[in-house]
């Protein structure tokens, strides 16, 4: 079947523009996760969602980064203002459950700010 | 809080040669643990994981054991191919939460 996508899989934007990253997580998949991946900081978890639960935000770097994720299924994740720091891959990936199920990664979004 | 140390690269062998990546955690909890594999190009895959003390887990010829008395998950291979070039991340998770927790990665680099 299907694997987890996301799009764009690259985005230049300008500095304090704000840009929205989808992913489509694996039809039937509860858990659903946002990484980010940078020469500065390695792999960073985000946020995470979780079936009707509220997200585990804990992640986030700035109250410019916000998620969602709507009927259960697609996520976007937000960034407002957008800085160069943000510069990074976004990876998305979803799981059947939380837990030790095995997370599948999407193949990232490039997020490049000038 | 969970942290993740993991052997800095980039590791070059000639093809055949045995591979060590050397894993060590710090862990609030007890964890589970797991290496990723980003191939050129390509996502985060699986390779490999294990959840509980003296597990082993293994798959394409890679296998790492869940040693807690030194709170260690080094991955091995006896004999590498070309085709392994790739990063690898030492990851883990505790509780509930799953978030993953990564090391820095390795970028393992197989000369014929």
């Known amino acids: 079947g299907a694997g987890v996508s996301q799009s764009p899989s690259n985005k230049v934007t300008e500095k304090g523009k704000d840009v929205e990253l989808r992913c489509d997580p694996i039809?039937?998949?509860?858990?659903l996760y946002w990484y980010r991946q940078s020469l500065g900081q390695g792999l960073e978890f985000l946020i995470y969602?979780?079936?009707?639960?509220?997200?585990?935000k804990s992640g986030l770097p700035s109250d410019r980064f916000s998620a969602e994720r709507t009927g259960g299924s697609v996520s976007t994740l937000t960034i407002q203002r957008t800085q160069q720091e943000d510069s990074a891959v976004y990876l998305c990936?979803?799981?059947?459950?939380?837990?030790?199920?095995?997370?599948?990664f999407g193949p990232g979004t490039r997020l490049t700010v000038t | 809080g969970n942290s993740v140390t993991q052997m800095e690269g980039p590791v070059t062998l000639s093809e055949e040669a045995f591979l060590t990546i050397n894993c060590t955690y710090t862990?609030?909890?007890?964890?589970?643990l797991f290496w990723y594999v980003q191939y050129p190009g390509e996502g985060l895959q699986l390779l490999l994981k294990?959840?509980?003390?003296?597990d082993k887990g293994s798959n394409k010829g890679f296998e790492a054991t869940y040693r807690k008395e030194t709170t260690s998950f080094h991955l091995e291979k006896g004999s590498v191919q070309v085709s392994d070039s790739a990063v690898y991340f030492c990851?883990?998770?505790?509780?509930?939460?799953?978030?993953?927790?990564f090391g820095t990665g390795t970028r393992l680099q197989v000369t014929l």
């Open positions: 969602f979780q079936g009707n639960s509220a997200p585990d």
């Open positions: 294990a959840t509980k003390a003296d």
């Open positions: 039809s039937g998949h509860t858990a």
């Open positions: 990936a979803s799981s059947l459950e939380t837990g030790n199920y095995e997370q599948y």
């Open positions: 862990a609030t909890g007890y964890p589970s």
């Open positions: 990851a883990l998770v505790t509780g509930t939460a799953s978030k993953l927790t």
